[in-house]
């Protein structure tokens, strides 16, 4: 196991799995709620809440388009994914989390409503951020377990990565594509800090 320079071994599971797994789950549940007032108010929430490229009043929708979905469809297609890798993103403790989801957040957002040509919605940016993270992370921070990690999710989840490229009109490849360079950002910077010396 490699160690960080304050004698800390990097983890590959969360320091406290049971609070990381009601963080998630409540997450989790906390969309459903969402998508469930959407289909009451006859989509006026995912309307008002989606991102619209290049509008300036369109820029909310970088903060609100990840919370909602299209129909429970594309939900439940997200659902799954998104409570494994953002349980285990949370590895560093849930301070770390907030700060690589919010980078992922953030810079999905920014990408698509630069390039989409069409309105957004979805979670789905910010679960290929946390599964690019968690792929890069170990390769960056030099840790055998974590390496270990991303190959056994490329394993499992790997068929994922083609939607990073434009194959489907009805999906924003461009969120898939920004949410993944903001999980490698983020995994360059939590590995750049976990070097650092307790206290520098």
């Known amino acids: 196991m490699t160690a960080l320079p304050d004698g800390r071994p990097a983890r590959v599971l969360p320091p406290a799995p049971g609070r990381a797994a009601v963080i998630m789950l409540l997450f989790t549940a906390a969309l459903w709620a969402i998508e469930t007032l959407d289909q009451a108010s006859g989509g006026m929430i995912d309307a008002a809440g989606a991102i619209y490229p290049r509008d300036t009043g369109g820029l909310a929708g970088i903060l609100t388009a990840p919370l909602l979905h299209g129909d429970f469809v594309h939900l439940a297609a997200n659902s799954v994914p998104f409570l494994v890798f953002g349980f285990l993103a949370m590895s560093g403790g849930p301070v770390q989390w907030f700060a690589v989801t919010a980078t992922i957040w953030l810079v999905s957002g920014l ?80 590995a750049k800090a976990d070097r650092l010396p307790s206290g520098a």
């Open 111 to 190: 990408g698509v409503w630069l390039t989409s040509p069409s309105p957004v919605l979805g979670a789905s940016g910010i679960v290929f951020g946390w599964f690019l993270f968690l792929l890069t992370r170990g390769f960056y921070a030099r840790n055998g377990r974590q390496i270990l990690l991303a190959v056994v999710l490329f394993l499992f989840y790997g068929s994922l990565l083609w939607g990073v490229l434009p194959t489907d009109p009805r999906v924003s490849w461009q969120g898939h594509l920004f949410g993944a360079i903001g999980g490698v950002v983020a995994a360059y910077w939590v």
